[in-house]
């Protein structure tokens, strides 16, 4: 070890430490508490900052690798905090070395280099394939984009029974439900059919709409969302969940009020927001 490799062995801080670190686990620790992750339902992946990550982890020190099964050369080199398979929500918070992982994508695109946790000898979610082929996308469309997130919300997954699962419409009835909707997701909300989850397609197809929306949900199974920042996509989930109770809420009762197009429009002209003006009917 060379003066400079010892120096900064000597100043590494502890990583249960660190502002990341702790963000991650207190926005697991709301999730659960909001009933969107129901025992391992749900993930999270957040891209760190290999400077910064380096105050906490000898990068050069891997303690073992793990196949991805897909190839994701844009993220060669990048390190993500990510939750482990099977790992409850519930307990990120009290243990997270157990129920989380820092993973390096190796220099074949396609090999996890595990640099922290998932002490008990597990691995990372099973649906890697969604959440890295989704940072690809968004990196494309958003450098600045940091986070992708997984989750069951209840109403959201209501809606999803007794609503078409079409895009325009699914989006509309979702802007209708609370006058902000349409400022936070002016893009709308991706909408996949039920597919076979944790596979490569699902994160294909998940990828693919990523690269239009921060919000997707997968048919009678949840919603991806994504975003700069964990608040920044919890307040994305957050808002459609709101949305969605409120029309769960509502549904079948005589609709005496609504928001009309024309004030959905005006809100985005209000705002400065560009809103998928083919999802109005103007
Ligand atoms: P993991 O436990 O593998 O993260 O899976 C949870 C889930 O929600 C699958 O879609
Ligand atoms: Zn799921």
């Given at each position: 070890?060379?003066?400079?490799e010892?120096?900064?062995?000597?100043?590494?801080?502890?990583?249960?430490?660190?502002?990341?670190?702790?963000?991650?686990?207190?926005?697991?620790?709301?999730?659960?508490?909001?009933?969107?992750?129901?025992?391992?339902?749900?993930?999270?992946?957040?891209?760190?900052?290999?400077?910064?990550?380096?105050?906490?982890?000898?990068?050069?020190?891997?303690?073992?690798?793990?196949p991805?099964?897909?190839?994701?050369?844009?993220?060669?080199?990048?390190?993500?905090?990510?939750?482990?398979?099977?790992?409850?929500f519930?307990?990120?918070?009290?243990?997270?070395?157990?129920?989380?992982?820092?993973?390096?994508?190796?220099?074949?695109?396609e090999?996890?280099?595990?640099?922290?946790?998932?002490?008990?000898?597990g691995?990372?979610?099973?649906?890697?394939?969604?959440?890295?082929?989704?940072?690809?996308a968004?990196?494309?469309?958003?450098?600045?984009?940091r986070?992708?997130?997984?989750?069951?919300?209840?109403?959201?997954l209501?809606?999803?029974?007794?609503?078409?699962?079409?895009?325009?419409?699914?989006?509309?009835?979702?802007?209708?439900?609370c006058?902000?909707?349409i400022?936070?997701?002016?893009?709308?909300?991706?909408?996949l059919?039920?597919?076979?989850?944790?596979?490569n397609?699902?994160?294909?197809?998940?990828?693919?709409?990523?690269?239009e929306?921060?919000?997707?949900?997968?048919?009678?199974?949840?919603i991806?969302?994504?975003?700069?920042?964990?608040?920044?996509?919890?307040?994305?989930?957050?808002?459609?969940?709101?949305?969605?109770?409120i029309?769960i809420?509502?549904m079948?009762?005589?609709r005496?009020?609504?928001?009309?197009?024309?004030?959905?429009?005006?809100?985005?002209?209000?705002?400065?927001?560009?809103?998928?003006?083919?999802?109005l009917?103007?």
């Amino acid at each position: 070890m060379g003066f400079k490799e010892s120096m900064k062995s000597l100043t590494r801080k502890n990583i249960l430490t660190a502002p990341f670190m702790k963000e991650f686990c207190a926005t697991a620790s709301n999730m659960y508490r909001l009933g969107w992750d129901e025992r391992n339902g749900g993930n999270i992946s957040l891209l760190l900052d290999n400077t910064e990550l380096e105050e906490y982890l000898d990068l050069n020190h891997v303690e073992r690798t793990i196949p991805t099964g897909f190839k994701a050369d844009a993220l060669i080199g990048k390190c993500f905090l990510i939750t482990g398979t099977g790992k409850y929500f519930k307990n990120v918070e009290k243990d997270p070395e157990n129920n989380l992982g820092v993973i390096r994508i190796a220099q074949d695109g396609e090999t996890a280099e595990l640099l922290w946790g998932y002490s008990d000898g597990g691995k990372f979610t099973s649906e890697l394939p969604a959440h890295l082929m989704s940072h690809m996308a968004r990196l494309s469309v958003d450098p600045d984009n940091r986070v992708v997130m997984h989750c069951h919300p209840t109403y959201t997954l209501a809606m999803n029974f007794v609503h078409e699962l079409d895009e325009k419409k699914f989006t509309h009835t979702l802007w209708e439900m609370c006058t902000e909707c349409i400022v936070v997701f002016p893009e709308g909300v991706g909408v996949l059919p039920w597919m076979l989850c944790g596979t490569n397609s699902i994160g294909e197809a998940t990828a693919a709409k990523m690269k239009e929306f921060r919000l997707v949900v997968w048919g009678m199974h949840g919603i991806y969302g994504a975003g700069k920042t964990l608040d920044e996509t919890f307040g994305l989930i957050e808002t459609v969940e709101k949305a969605a109770q409120i029309y769960i809420l509502t549904m079948g009762k005589p609709r005496i009020n609504t928001i009309k197009d024309e004030e959905l429009a005006q809100l985005a002209e209000f705002f400065k927001v560009n809103c998928r003006k083919d999802f109005l009917n103007l």
